[in-house]
């Protein structure tokens, strides 16, 4: 199970730091992800990395002003955004599978477990 939070309203040039806990059971081949969905427009990847190892994804629009880390030891996952826009306003989920290979960690369609969403709204 997955609980996101950590969203909320900030001005255009500011920050966010969005945290996903997990609970229950995760093995070392677990691949835990961010994505986002705006208003009429699908779900979107924003990030991911590896439960294991440090390997690390993001989308091009989020490169150099979003960090996705993680801890091991307390489950838990977060997304820190700087330099947010307007266009980054959207509902953040967090999502998890174990075993996802890497070159399909940008489809939402390939993680079994999702987050409940938190709002993230950039505006002046």
């Known amino acids: 199970q997955l609980q996101a939070s950590g969203g909320g309203f900030v001005q255009p040039g500011g920050s966010l730091r969005l945290s996903c806990a997990a609970s229950?059971?995760?093995?070392?081949?677990?691949?835990m992800g961010w994505f986002r969905q705006a208003p009429g427009k699908e779900r979107e990847f924003v990030a991911a990395i590896r439960w294991s190892g440090g390997n690390t994804a993001y989308a091009d629009s989020v490169k150099g002003r979003f960090t996705i880390s993680k801890n091991i030891v307390q489950n838990m996952v977060w997304l820190q955004m700087n330099s947010l826009k307007p266009d980054d306003t959207a509902v953040y989920y967090c999502a998890a599978r174990a075993g996802l290979i890497w070159g399909l960690i940008r489809s939402s369609s390939e993680y079994y477990y999702w987050g409940q969403g938190t709002q993230v709204t950039v505006s002046s």
């Open positions: 229950g059971r995760t093995s070392n081949n677990y691949v």
